[in-house]
């Protein structure tokens, strides 16, 4: 059996008197005493005050030091504490940094802003350029991260133990690259390049994890790597619609094929101009399903148009359904060539016509100087209609195109907080 | 390469105790890199202004020797490439961002380390060296390769190998730590 190491130690905080306890021990290069915040050097805890307190205002972290867990499925203590922020367009935006601490798998980092957090680690492989130009991608585990943000973070407040020497006021470059859930942030010195990976983390999971009281308070805005919710809202109403217009596409097939498309009624007539009460009606015909009613005016026009009144009337109770329909058809001649405009044949489609017996009345109407026009009306009963499925169709897209807009609204929100806002 | 065998701290006089330690690694742990079993036989301590990192000897099944280093718990496994395939940039020359061509890959710089070393002990192939601050040059590759350019000799030493998680190792015979 091996032997078993205390891994804390402890001193008497150089400016104030205070117990200070270590609890990453040779990894802590820089230890913050919470009872003043004086920043001490543990190898020399009795001389060496890297930095007072004196003019710092107390931050008191969310999760406090010496918190335990369990996190990515590893016992870990939450040993240090530190606010940075950057500075964009005069406004200075600060964000909270948890150190987490196993002695055997070492350190993580969980970060918080403004109610939205980051599960941190540093990576292995460097990340490789992908594109630069207007917007640089990189590629990190076969994954694609475009850059999002560039910027000087500085240490403003230090609580407890850093594994490296954290003073007030250090500078890094950095730049972060998103592909959401996942951010890829380099931070540079002179000295050194560090990259590291931030998986979005809901605060609930956190809470869970180190078993925190209360509530954590609600993420406002859009940060850079949370994953949309309208992404998967998107996928989940285009399915449903996917699966919705497959079946009314079968609907249709269905009914197209389907359809008794009876010719109850077909008549040819002829319009004599000036010949006086043009209006007759035609013989009774039977529709034995309620349903479609098709009425198709043809006629053969030149030059000329022909309108029709057309009443179909219930025998029965005498409900009538009034149309008019008119065909014109004109050709000629100019300088582009030989033109027709107009059509010789109209229809008209009533949806729901109750079953029964039925008679048309016809009032026809044409130019009282053409020459006579004959022309022939069809009736033909459960002629499929497309209109209720376009409809349907149309309804069916409402879902899936107001996720579309939420989400581009949610990606443009995310943009405004990034170096590449419109 | 000599193997120095029983080291006495003593004997060389002017390196001080090892400081206060909390690697979870110790002489005798046992482990495996690239399915071939190591012992951990040796090992140096680094301190630098920000920082330090320990440098476990390890010797594989083989007899032959390599390095894990665990600097704050990030740890990697390398071999000494002598002599190194290209020349390595002057001490001078070298900064964040240069590259060394290593097997088709470009590493690149990413860490500079003046740093010396502050304890020993256990077997290490070295007999002696110097107490002054010495450069080292880590990179980086996008295959988790990693390298170090260690410029405590003329011309410098060149370390290869990879960045590995602490559960790639399979480590055996650890410390064990109070409440852990």
Known sequence: MVATAPLTRGFNCANCGAAVELRALQHTRAVACTSCAAIIDPRDPTVFVL????????????????????????????????????????????????????????????????????????????PRLESSGKRTKISYRGESYAHFQGATARTDFVLGEFPWRVRTGDEVRTADYIAPPQM????????????????????????????????????????????????????????????????????????????????????????????????????PFALREPGTVEIALGASVQNAWLGVDLALINVDSGTAWNVSREVSFYTGRDSDGAWTEGSRSSRVLLPAVPAGQYYLRVEPEGPTTSPQVPYTIQVRRDVPSLLPYGIAILLLLVPPVANLLRMASFEHRRLQESDHSA | MVVRHDLDLDAIGEISDLPPDSSPI??????????????????????????????????????????????????????????????????????????????????????????????????????????????????????????????????????????VEYDDLSLRQLRSFDGW
Do not use: M
């Not at chain 1, 530190?82 to 600060?94: A, P």
């Not at chain 2, 630098?48 to 099944?61: T, Y």
């Open chain 1, 184 to 283: 890829l942030s380099s931070e540079s010195t002179d000295d050194e390049t560090t990259w590291s990976i931030g998986r979005y983390t809901e605060a609930a999971e956190i809470w869970k994890a180190f078993s925190l009281q209360g509530e954590p308070r609600s993420a406002s805005g859009v940060f850079a790597n949370q994953p949309s919710p309208y992404g998967k809202r998107l996928k989940r109403s285009a399915a449903v619609f996917a699966l919705l217009a497959g079946l009314l596409a079968l609907f249709v097939v269905v009914r197209l094929v389907s359809a008794d498309r009876e010719r109850v009624l077909s008549e040819r007539y002829v319009w004599r101009p000036g010949a006086g009460e043009p209006a007759f009606v035609t013989a």
């Open chain 2, 26 to 163: 110790q002489l005798g742990t046992e482990g495996r890199f690239d399915e071939r079993a190591f012992t951990v036989v040796g090992r140096i301590v680094y301190e630098h202004a920000d920082g330090g990192w320990n440098e476990w000897h390890l010797v594989f099944a083989d007899g032959t020797s390599g390095w894990l280093s665990d600097a704050q718990a990030e740890y990697a496994v390398s071999t000494l490439v002598a002599p190194p395939p290209q020349p390595l940039p002057e001490a001078t020359a070298v900064t964040v961002g240069v590259g060394y061509p290593w097997r088709g890959e470009d590493l690149q710089v990413t860490t500079l380390t003046r740093a010396r070393y502050t304890g020993v002990e256990g077997e290490l192939p070295f007999e002696y060296w110097g107490k002054d601050e010495v450069l080292f040059a880590d990179l980086r590759g996008h295959e988790a390769t990693f390298a170090t350019f260690d410029y405590s000799e003329t011309p410098p030493l060149l370390f290869v190998g990879r960045l």
């Open chain 1, 51 to 126: 930095q007072t307190a004196a003019a710092r205002e107390r931050i008191t972290p969310v999760i406090p030091l010496g918190t335990r867990g369990t996190w990515d499925g590893q016992p870990c203590e939450v040993v240090g504490f530190q606010r940075r922020s950057i500075e964009v367009d005069d406004t200075r935006y600060g964000w909270d940094e948890y150190v987490l601490f196993n002695p055997y798998r070492g350190f993580r980092y969980l970060s918080e802003y403004e109610g939205h957090w980051n599960d941190i680690r540093t990576v292995r492989e460097l």
